[in-house]
């Protein structure tokens, strides 16, 4: 089955992921494929399936949350000490 942009656009985690990858590649259907081409540069992606673009927004996913994560451990954690230094009234 041949991949085309319409199949992106109908299917709403590979039309992110394209619309991610859009910022640093132009895009072009060729044959059974789409084809992502650097635009600095003469990198290319050949994407077959709409898994391919799943995969790519699942990394991205993966991605973001180790950055959160670290974030989150440069920050001082909140403490209840405010409520459990008073006494009750």
Same mark, same amino acid.
């Given at each position: $089955? !041949?991949? &085309?942009? /319409?199949?992106? +656009? /109908?299917? #709403?985690? !590979?039309? /992110?992921? =394209?619309?991610?990858? $859009? %910022? %640093?590649?132009?895009?072009?259907?060729?044959?059974? *494929?789409?084809?992502l081409t650097k635009t600095a540069g003469d990198m290319? =992606?050949?994407?077959?399936?709409?898994?391919? =673009? %799943? +995969?790519?927004?699942?990394? %991205?996913?993966? +991605? $973001?949350? @180790?950055?959160?994560?670290?974030?989150?451990?440069? /920050? #001082? @954690?909140?403490? &209840?000490?405010? *409520?459990?230094?008073?006494?009750? *009234?």
């Amino acid at each position: $089955m !041949a991949l &085309s942009l /319409r199949d992106v +656009q /109908r299917d #709403p985690i !590979a039309n /992110r992921a =394209l619309n991610e990858l $859009m %910022h %640093h590649y132009t895009v072009a259907e060729e044959k059974s *494929r789409l084809v992502l081409t650097k635009t600095a540069g003469d990198m290319k =992606l050949f994407l077959y399936d709409l898994d391919d =673009l %799943h +995969q790519l927004d699942f990394a %991205h996913n993966q +991605q $973001m949350v @180790r950055e959160t994560s670290d974030c989150a451990c440069d /920050r #001082p @954690r909140a403490t &209840s000490s405010g *409520r459990a230094g008073r006494s009750a *009234r």
